[in-house]
């Protein structure tokens, strides 16, 4: 994997010399120019100390690849997310980085009875259409509009319901993604 210009681009923009990095790191400046220069592959704990100290998340240094970061309307990939009938479309083209933004849709009076997540994680969502019920665990139940948003431990969440007259249509944004 070739990760050195990579590195040395996220270097200079922050505007720190190889000895600097060196320093916050703990790894030589020899190393850390061999790096650079793709002349070695260094392991996942040196590249995380090289992560840290130049605020690149380990995945991002792992997944440095060549994907388009814009996904156009008409270009986005669905998948079944947790468990099968359970559809929506992806909003990125990064599905194994940590945040994972997705649509979906229910049809008025649809409910989604959530599937327990063995991973921990939090998720995000917001109304851009419809009416959404969404029951937490330990709490009442809470009615969203479009504009309204809610965000939680994903195991706490019970079940989402479309009520109202129109399909409900939701952005989602959950980290880490499922496995």
């Not at 990939?77 to 479309?89: F, W, Y």
């Not at 937490?136 to 019970?158: C, E, K, M, Y």
């Amino acid at each position: 994997m070739r990760i050195g210009s990579e590195l040395r681009r996220r270097r200079g923009e922050l505007r720190l010399s190889l000895r600097e990095l060196a320093e916050s790191t703990g790894l030589s400046t020899g190393f850390l120019s061999q790096v650079e220069n793709d002349h070695v592959s260094p392991s996942l704990a040196s590249l995380e100390r090289i992560g840290e100290a130049l605020r690149l998340p380990l995945f991002e240094i792992l997944s440095a690849d060549n994907r388009d970061p814009v996904v156009r309307a008409e270009d986005r990939a669905t998948t079944n997310l947790t468990q099968p009938g359970v559809e929506v479309s992806l909003l990125t083209n990064f599905p194994n980085w940590q945040m994972l933004p997705f649509i979906r849709c229910l049809e008025p009076g649809e409910n989604y009875k959530a599937h327990r997540l063995e991973r921990a994680r939090e998720e995000w969502m917001f109304v851009l259409s419809g009416e959404m019920e969404i029951d937490l665990t330990n709490q009442t139940i809470h009615r969203l509009g479009p504009g309204d948003s809610v965000h939680f431990a994903s195991g706490r969440l019970a079940a989402i319901n479309s009520v109202g007259d129109e399909p409900l249509e939701f952005i989602c944004m959950m980290t880490p993604p499922p496995n």
